[in-house]
């Protein structure tokens, strides 16, 4: 599964996965163990993952999500040892270790909140989706 893929809905917990598209919205099926299907219309606020990025202090301004979950996964195969209910504190010491040039006063904690809940749930439900996309950005370099 690619973060093309995967999607967030705003006022929805979880992450989901983009089935195809209809004439008034999107088709969506949840990645928990339910696989609920939901269909979203297109008033609703939808986020796939390969477009968000979390604010830094580099010259871009960002930095693309897939790349911070990739950092993490690198360092971390799969365990941060963190959860939405860590201390605020922690998570920001968190992010300042594997994206050391965040924007403090731009990103929120519930934002790392988010971070680290997506992390763990793609880890666990499609760990191969941090490779993918380390092996597509290879390849688009090679050519």
Known sequence: MKFEEIASVSG?????????PTKNGVILESLDSKKAKLVVGADAQVSI???ISIYTHTTEGATPLNEVM???HSE???????????DG?????????VLPDYDEDRVYVSDIKKLVTWYNLLSKIAPGSF?????????????
């Open 89 to 97: 504190d922690e998570l920001k010491s968190f992010l300042k270790h």
């Open 49 to 51: 993952l390969s477009e």
């Open 131 to 143: 490779q993918e996309t380390a092996t597509t950005e290879e390849e688009a370099t090679e050519e």
């Open 70 to 72: 990739q950092k993490i």
């Open 76 to 86: 971390f195969d799969g365990d941060t040892g963190l959860d939405k209910n860590s």
């Open 12 to 20: 929805k917990g979880g992450l989901f996965r983009v089935l195809k």
